[in-house]
């Protein structure tokens, strides 16, 4: 056992003492004590036993003992050396730790955490009213708006979503194409003219802006379609019959359906009288009329919710508030003849997905793919 606590060679005077410790006779008086001219030890301090292991709560004995030989230490230093290892560690854990809290608490705080479903990590809708329809019709519902659209053929009424605090809208082709006067009624009641900054009628997309866009603008969120699944809740804000404002809601019914739509300008100005239905093919027919001959094809979300005449334009909202979609078709169970508007919405609703709209909107600023 004493061995262990011996350095080699550093008492060499003791080494037959310390057998008769091996040897079980431990009350043995210390033979340091009959060795007062040992050349490495003072008479006056003689080392403590080697017998005896140091204790917590002992003095040092450094300095009162021989210098550590070379031999031992590099191992002293390295054990030095876990002193700051250890500290460095202990404050990377605790930074860890704190930065994980905070990140917590900054999401509890600023209310952006997400719903199940959500498609993305942004809450708009307040964390009291989170997921509720009430939430993000009260969030949301500033940012849309009322489009009325005047041409040589005729007018057309549509909805649109207020992007940018300058007063920058995203809006169907359908709903301003040919019109030679653009007015725009915000939420408050509030007109204002408005001019086409670009258009893509082969994805039914158009950009226009406010002439003289007043301050406080609220714009809207533009979240992820791609993160969209069947069965998603979601609200629908537009200006059906020019109600401004009307809030539906329902689920997204399906993914990736092809919607044909028309290209020709006169047929933007087809919601004023007849059936009030924009056409479009779908499956194989067509809906809503003839869509003629010039027609493009693009990907749309599928829902439920209930749109009607005047909700083109309009935002397709998940329940964290942030825009999925542009409403752009529905069908109405109205027969074809126009003869008459009286049925509505069936719940076979269609929206141009909010990323395909992301990809266009520098294309749109330059003045679309149409110039």
């Known amino acids: 056992m004493t061995e262990s606590f011996r350095r080699s060679g550093e008492y060499p005077e003791g080494d037959q003492q310390h057998s008769a410790y091996a040897q079980g006779h431990p009350q043995q008086r210390s033979p340091y004590s009959e060795q007062p001219h040992a050349p490495s030890v003072n008479p006056e301090w003689p080392p403590p036993p080697t017998h005896r292991p140091w204790q917590q709560g002992d003095a040092p004995t450094s300095l009162l003992s021989e210098p550590v030989s070379s ?34 608490a900054f999401q509890e705080l600023s209310g952006n955490d997400t719903a ?113 699944q069947v069965g998603d809740e979601v609200v629908a804000i537009g200006s059906p019959e020019g109600l401004t404002g009307t809030v539906t809601s329902g689920i997204v019914s399906a993914l990736d359906r092809d919607v044909t739509v028309s290209t ?46 005047g909700n083109s334009g309009g935002a397709l909202i998940d329940m964290n508030g942030n825009i999925i979609g542009i409403n752009s078709a529905m069908y109405s169970s109205a027969d074809s003849s126009g003869s008459g508007s009286a049925a509505g919405s069936v719940g076979l609703g269609f929206a141009i997905p909010i990323n395909t709209i992301k990809a266009d909107l520098d294309s749109l600023r330059s003045g679309g793919s149409d110039n």
């Open 71 to 104: 031999s031992s230490a590099p191992a002293a230093h390295r054990r030095r050396a876990k002193g700051p290892l250890a500290l460095l560690a202990a404050v990377a854990i605790a930074a860890a730790a704190v930065g994980g809290g905070t990140a917590y």
């Open 116 to 228: 199940a479903s959500s498609s993305t990590s942004t809450n708009v809708v307040p964390a009291s009213r989170k997921g509720t329809v009430a939430g993000v019709a009260e969030a949301v519902g500033p940012s849309i708006v009322e489009i009325s659209a005047t041409s040589n053929a005729g007018s057309s009424t549509g909805s649109g979503v207020v992007i940018t605090t300058g007063g920058e809208i995203i809006t169907n082709n359908h709903v301003i194409s040919g019109a030679s006067d653009i007015k725009v009624q915000l939420s408050n009641g509030k007109s204002y003219a408005a001019t086409v900054v670009g258009t893509d009628s082969a994805k039914d997309l158009a950009l226009i802006r406010l002439t003289n866009a007043p301050s406080g603008l609220k714009t809207a969120t533009l979240g992820d379609s791609d993160g969209i």
């Open 264 to 309: 020709d300008e006169s047929r933007g100005q087809e919601q004023q009288g007849g059936s009030g239905q924009w056409p479009f093919e779908f499956g194989g027919r067509e809906f809503n009329g003839d869509t003629g001959s010039s027609t493009t094809t693009y990907k749309a979300l599928q829902t439920d919710a209930s749109l009607n005449p």
